[in-house]
């Protein structure tokens, strides 16, 4: 992009300045740190020039918005065409509770909804399984079965707003309740849209949810692959995960490779059940962190689009466009709230959001002030929802297709994370692949130290949290916190009664029974899965099934 | 005099998974030089009551972000006590809001850490009251 000449005295001229005008600033002025980091502990230099972009081709590695290799963006027009979908992730106590919190949210302007299910959901067991004790509703809604989604759904129009499900372990069996709920109000699978995260590979790696080994996990994925590909064609059968890596203690880069070395996991055991990439690649989905250090937020998420053109592209021949596409969903970083002087978790937030929103994010997710204390309050979970109007609509910023292009910092940033992505992406190989990699502990180790690194950095002072280790106040916090029904257990269990004592007992052993035969087999479950529930088979029974036939994981434990 | 090394379990109860806090506390206790056990996640009262009786620990240290404290907490207790580990220095960091402290103090779980603690003060606190 640059004139080679112009480069070369350009880089003379750079070195004088640095002689004159900055030795003299800095003999007047010395700078107020010796070390200036990113939040992932990357220094960051003084200055950024041509220099440091000096092979930046433009066509070449960034191109137009809607080409190839997308760094600019997914869409040639962007936010200036269609703003990205608030989505804010909620969910808590029962069903009834969280149908109202999703009718406020409407109500507010959100434009599409979004699950937290409970512990004992996330590890598909019902709300009375002994394993539940003391965990319903406590970090999302409960959901044992499809008499829930139905109460949870009550009144909203699933063919019109698109739902995210964040479920793992159990994500065929929710989706199969989500189905099957639409189903019974007249609404055809194809008319659903949606994400289940489904992202199993990070489980291991990061939020530590998996249920089965990995190898019958991964078939239990690519069934969902392969029924939405034939059934539900508007429906993201997996959101690639990087948040949670990045939550428990990952750098950028980190969150990124690992993240994209199991998006690259997911399309070979996609290709290898016998579908063509392009029958799947294009509902595949992703899902970032929003973190503090802006830029590098920034450069990650055009990194990330770029690799994963190129992969789709270049590795595995995926010939429609749409394959190459990496959209994703954004959330700001809870593990960056204080408990501590909650309200300056507004501001954290609102910078994360626009970092998210300059990047490109089809999604977003602004965390509320409280998160750090409980489950957001309707009050908080309100102020993050504006946050992300106002940035939509009074900062300007979705007025123009990646105004930070171009920017040598945040050029050569892409480049860094970009290189330090494939350099993991390497070193994964080496270790046979992501899951010899998982069952070596490789990135979960990887992970720790890096969350380490950053607490020691707190704790000796080279990084400052306003609130935490200086402008500490010993105010008490003052805002209302989320007070949840007291009688939402009882009510809870009740229904899961009447539904165990309502339903034809018949019916379910031969449903449970063809799902168990298939689960031997090698066949697609989805189906089986969709006759349970249709029999109301509880969540703790069709997952019962699985454990029985694929056993449970443990993980190796790595300090 | 030559001071014993204290020997600490951290735990993880209940079904969260969020262990970035278990695992930093566990290797920063390391780095103060003390001999740390870490049970890993999803582990059940009895299982943590099991573990400290066999590592014979000083110290338990549990963390947990689900909410689910109220619950498996007393649990965890009443198994040390009957146990004949009352002498054992209870500790619990995680998302527990300031409502549920006394209760917890009074269950016998001296120090209650929050998020933004310091590890030096951690560090310094079981220091102080390990037996």
Same mark, same amino acid.
């Given at each position: 992009?640059?004139?080679?000449?112009?480069?070369?005295?350009?880089?003379?001229?750079?070195? %004088?300045?640095?002689?004159?005008?900055?030795?003299?600033?800095?003999?007047?002025?010395?700078?107020?740190?010796?070390?200036?980091?990113?939040?992932?502990?990357?220094?960051?230099?003084?200055?950024?020039?041509?220099?440091?972009?000096? %092979?930046?081709?433009?066509?070449? %590695?960034?191109?137009?918005?809607?080409?190839?290799?997308?760094?600019?963006?997914?869409?040639?027009?962007?936010?200036?065409?269609?703003?990205?979908?608030?989505?804010?992730?909620?969910?808590?106590?029962?069903?009834?509770?969280?149908?109202?919190?999703?009718?406020?949210?409407? %109500?507010?302007?959100?434009?599409?909804?979004?699950?937290?299910?409970?512990?004992?959901?996330?590890?598909?067991?019902?709300?009375?399984?002994?394993?539940?004790?003391?965990?319903?509703?406590?970090?999302?809604?409960?959901?044992?079965? +499809?008499?829930?989604?139905?109460?949870?759904?009550?009144?909203?129009?699933?063919?019109?707003?698109?739902?995210?499900?964040?479920?793992?372990?159990?994500?065929?069996?929710?989706?199969?309740?989500?189905?099957?709920?639409?189903?019974?109000?007249?609404?055809?699978?194809? =008319?659903?849209?949606?994400?289940?995260?489904?992202?199993?590979?990070?489980?291991?790696?990061?939020?530590?949810?998996?249920?089965?080994?990995?190898? *019958?996990?991964?078939?239990?994925?690519?069934?969902?692959?392969?029924?939405?590909?034939?059934?539900?064609?508007?429906?993201?059968?997996?959101?690639?995960?990087?948040?949670?890596?990045?939550?428990?203690?990952?750098?950028?880069? /980190?969150?990124?490779?690992?993240?994209?070395?199991?998006?690259?996991?997911?399309?070979?055991?996609?290709?290898?059940?016998?579908?063509?990439?392009?029958?799947?690649?294009?509902?595949?989905?992703?899902?970032?962190?929003?973190?503090?250090?802006?830029?590098?937020?920034?450069?990650?998420?055009?990194?990330?689009?770029?690799?994963?053109?190129?992969?789709?592209?270049?590795?595995?021949?995926?010939?429609?466009?749409?394959?190459?596409?990496?959209?994703?969903?954004?959330?700001?970083?809870?593990?960056?709230?204080?408990? /501590?002087? *909650?309200?300056?978790?507004?501001?954290?937030?609102?910078?994360?959001?626009?970092?998210?929103?300059?990047?490109?994010?089809?999604?977003?997710?602004?965390?509320?002030?409280?998160?750090?204390? =409980?489950?957001?309050?309707?009050?908080?979970?309100?102020?993050?929802?504006?946050?992300? /109007?106002?940035?939509?609509?009074?900062?300007?910023?979705?007025?123009?297709?990646? *105004?930070?292009?171009?920017?040598?910092?945040?050029?050569?940033?892409?480049?860094?994370?970009?290189?330090?992505?494939?350099?993991?992406?390497?070193?994964?190989?080496?270790?046979?692949?992501?899951?010899?990699?998982?069952?070596?502990?490789?990135?979960?180790?990887?992970?720790?130290?890096?969350?380490?690194?950053?607490?020691?950095?707190?704790?000796?002072?080279?990084?400052?949290?306003?609130?935490?280790?200086?402008?500490?106040?010993?105010?008490?916090?003052?805002?209302?916190?989320?007070?949840?029904?007291?009688?939402?257990?009882?009510?809870?269990?009740?229904?899961?009664?009447?539904?165990?004592?309502?339903?034809?007992?018949?019916? +379910?052993?031969?449903?449970?029974?063809?799902?168990? =035969?298939?689960?031997?087999?090698?066949?697609?479950?989805?189906?089986?899965?969709?006759?349970?529930?249709?029999?109301?088979?509880?969540?703790?029974?069709?997952?019962?099934?699985?454990?029985?036939?694929?056993?449970?994981?443990?993980?190796?434990?790595?300090? | 005099?030559?001071?014993?090394?204290?020997?600490?379990?951290? @735990?993880?109860?209940?079904?969260?998974?969020?262990?970035?806090?278990?695992?930093?506390?566990?290797?920063?206790?390391?780095?103060?030089?003390?001999? #740390?056990?870490?049970?890993?996640?999803?582990?059940?009262?009895?299982?943590?009551?099991?573990? @400290?009786?066999?590592?014979?620990?000083?110290?338990?240290?549990?963390?947990?972000?689900?909410?689910?404290?109220?619950?498996?907490?007393?649990?965890?207790?009443?198994?040390?006590?009957?146990?004949?580990?009352?002498?054992?220095? #209870?500790?619990?960091?995680?998302?527990? !809001?300031?409502?549920? #402290?006394?209760?917890?103090?009074?269950?016998?779980?001296?120090?209650?850490?929050? !998020?933004?603690? !310091?590890?030096?003060?951690?560090?310094?606190?079981?220091?102080?009251? @390990?037996?």
């Amino acid at each position: 992009m640059f004139d080679p000449k112009k480069l070369e005295a350009l880089a003379e001229r750079q070195k %004088d300045w640095e002689e004159a005008t900055l030795g003299d600033a800095l003999d007047k002025h010395p700078e107020r740190s010796d070390e200036f980091m990113t939040t992932s502990s990357e220094p960051v230099g003084r200055l950024y020039t041509p220099l440091d972009v000096a %092979d930046l081709d433009y066509e070449r %590695d960034l191109g137009f918005p809607g080409e190839y290799p997308f760094t600019r963006g997914v869409h040639a027009t962007m936010h200036r065409g269609r703003l990205w979908t608030m989505r804010m992730f909620a969910g808590f106590g029962t069903a009834e509770e969280t149908n109202a919190r999703y009718k406020y949210l409407l %109500d507010h302007g959100e434009t599409g909804l979004s699950v937290a299910f409970d512990m004992p959901t996330l590890y598909g067991y019902d709300t009375d399984a002994p394993e539940a004790l003391g965990e319903f509703g406590k970090c999302g809604v409960a959901i044992a079965s +499809l008499a829930d989604m139905e109460i949870l759904f009550d009144g909203i129009p699933v063919d019109e707003v698109t739902t995210s499900m964040t479920i793992n372990g159990p994500a065929a069996v929710i989706w199969a309740m989500y189905i099957v709920m639409a189903e019974k109000r007249g609404i055809p699978p194809e =008319a659903l849209g949606g994400t289940i995260q489904n992202d199993i590979l990070k489980e291991y790696i990061a939020q530590k949810e998996f249920i089965f080994p990995p190898e *019958p996990s991964m078939r239990l994925v690519v069934d969902t692959f392969e029924y939405g590909s034939r059934h539900l064609p508007r429906w993201n059968t997996i959101s690639i995960s990087g948040y949670h890596i990045r939550e428990a203690g990952s750098t950028a880069a /980190q969150e990124l490779a690992f993240t994209l070395a199991d998006g690259l996991e997911y399309v070979r055991w996609g290709i290898e059940r016998g579908m063509d990439v392009d029958e799947f690649a294009p509902r595949l989905s992703f899902f970032f962190n929003a973190h503090n250090d802006f830029f590098e937020e920034i450069a990650k998420y055009r990194a990330a689009r770029r690799i994963w053109a190129r992969e789709m592209k270049e590795t595995f021949g995926a010939q429609n466009p749409r394959s190459w596409l990496l959209r994703f969903h954004t959330q700001t970083a809870g593990c960056s709230l204080t408990a /501590q002087q *909650p309200e300056n978790n507004i501001v954290r937030t609102t910078w994360q959001a626009l970092a998210a929103v300059l990047g490109g994010t089809q999604s977003l997710h602004t965390n509320s002030m409280d998160e750090a204390l =409980a489950l957001p309050s309707e009050y908080a979970v309100k102020v993050a929802l504006r946050t992300q /109007q106002l940035i939509a609509h009074e900062s300007g910023v979705a007025n123009t297709v990646d *105004p930070l292009a171009g920017s040598y910092f945040v050029e050569a940033m892409t480049n860094r994370i970009e290189e330090e992505a494939y350099a993991y992406f390497h070193k994964v190989e080496a270790l046979g692949g992501v899951i010899p990699a998982i069952e070596k502990g490789f990135f979960q180790r990887e992970i720790a130290e890096a969350a380490y690194r950053y607490q020691t950095e707190i704790d000796s002072h080279r990084r400052v949290i306003v609130g935490i280790n200086e402008f500490e106040e010993d105010e008490p916090v003052r805002i209302p916190l989320l007070e949840m029904d007291p009688e939402g257990y009882e009510r809870q269990v009740a229904r899961l009664e009447r539904v165990r004592r309502d339903r034809d007992g018949q019916r +379910l052993e031969a449903t449970l029974q063809a799902l168990r =035969a298939a689960a031997r087999g090698s066949e697609n479950t989805m189906p089986y899965i969709l006759d349970c529930v249709r029999a109301y088979a509880t969540l703790s029974e069709i997952m019962g099934v699985f454990r029985e036939v694929f056993g449970e994981y443990r993980e190796p434990t790595i300090i | 005099m030559t001071e014993r090394t204290i020997r600490v379990l951290v @735990a993880k109860p209940g079904l969260d998974g969020h262990d970035r806090g278990a695992k930093v506390i566990a290797r920063a206790l390391r780095d103060a030089g003390m001999e #740390v056990v870490y049970t890993g996640i999803r582990q059940t009262p009895e299982m943590i009551a099991e573990a @400290a009786l066999q590592e014979d620990v000083d110290v338990v240290g549990m963390s947990i972000l689900s909410g689910a404290h109220m619950a498996l907490f007393p649990k965890i207790m009443e198994l040390l006590g009957e146990y004949g580990m009352d002498d054992v220095l #209870v500790v619990a960091g995680g998302i527990i !809001p300031d409502e549920d #402290v006394p209760t917890l103090n009074a269950l016998g779980i001296q120090g209650i850490f929050g !998020p933004g603690t !310091p590890t030096d003060r951690i560090v310094e606190f079981i220091r102080e009251h @390990a037996r």
